[in-house]
């Protein structure tokens, strides 16, 4: 089993940056793809961005792109996402999660381990 745990969330202000962690622990990932999801109160969970197991892929959503890194170290077992320009529609509970294949998912039911999430807030 693989318990990932996220951190790195908070209150910011419109226009700043933050940057999540993700600790995964209990087996290695380095051979999954991880990704990370986001749910706003009364919406469904939406992809943000996911990477390779190798780190040598990354894909985004169009509302993140430019915007947002995913990046990973797998020496760590870690995933990180780093948020600039923040925008008060980014408010959300955000997720990691990991794909034991290796190949990037986009949509939440293609993955098998998921943390708690870690809240982000943007202040307009």
């Known amino acids: 089993q693989v318990q990932l745990v996220e951190s790195g969330g908070g209150l910011v202000q419109a226009g700043g940056s933050l940057r999540l962690s993700c600790a995964a622990s209990?087996?290695?990932?380095?051979?999954?793809?991880m990704g990370w999801f986001r749910q706003a109160p009364g919406k469904e969970r939406e992809f943000v961005a996911a990477?390779?197991?190798?780190?040598?892929?990354?894909y985004y959503a169009d509302s993140v792109k430019g915007r947002f890194t995913i990046s990973r170290d797998n020496a760590k077992n870690g995933v990180y996402l780093q948020m600039n320009s923040l925008k008060p529609e980014d408010t959300a509970l955000y997720y990691c999660?990991?794909?034991?294949?290796?190949?990037?998912?986009?949509?939440?039911?293609?993955?098998?381990?998921w943390g708690q999430g870690t809240q982000v807030t943007v202040s307009s």
């Open positions: 999660a990991a794909v034991t294949s290796g190949r990037i998912r986009t949509t939440s039911d293609g993955y098998d381990y």
């Open positions: 209990g087996r290695t990932v380095s051979r999954y793809a």
């Open positions: 990477i390779t197991w190798s780190g040598g892929g990354t």
